[in-house]
């Protein structure tokens, strides 16, 4: 998996979560408004297609985010959902989670702390096991 720059506007980072191909980290670096969320979401939906089942999304560099924005992590959720998956957002700005908090959504998604209460939260229900993968 690459890193892949959106018009200019928004860095994502893919990481490998213990080895566990169903499971991946982005890390997003910059803003996500109505400019580049279709962008966004069409290479976020490659993952899903591709069997990607948990996203645990680091937001600690994204700066900015419209409703649009949100509205594509609403549709990952959705998704995600349907493939008996899951996805977790952390790091969320003050700002950005002023936003999510302002429309309701952090009723919505699951939003941890760090890292590890993301991972946690995923395998809590059922998702990616934090050391390495199921059974």
């Known amino acids: 998996m690459e890193e892949i720059t959106i018009k200019d506007s928004l860095k994502v980072t893919p990481m490998q979560v213990g080895g566990d191909k169903e499971t991946v980290q982005l890390v997003l670096n910059g ?3 109505t400019y ?3 962008e966004f ?5 490659e993952l899903i297609n591709a069997g990607v089942r948990h996203i645990i999304f680091n937001l600690s560099g994204l700066s900015y985010i419209s409703s ?3 509205g594509a992590f609403t549709s990952f959720m ?3 959902r349907q493939k008996k998956g899951n996805m977790v957002l952390f790091g969320l700005q003050e700002k950005v989670l002023e936003v999510f908090s302002l429309l309701g959504f ?3 998604f699951k939003i941890g702390s760090d890292l590890d209460e993301a ?3 995923l395998k809590k229900e059922g998702g990616a096991a934090a050391g390495g993968g199921k059974g």
Do not use: A, R
């Open 119 to 121: 991972l946690l939260f």
């Open 31 to 33: 803003y996500l408004d």
């Open 36 to 38: 580049n969320s279709p």
């Open 41 to 45: 979401q069409s290479h976020i939906n």
């Open 68 to 70: 649009t924005g949100i």
């Open 106 to 108: 952090t009723k919505f």
């Open 78 to 80: 959705k998704s995600l």
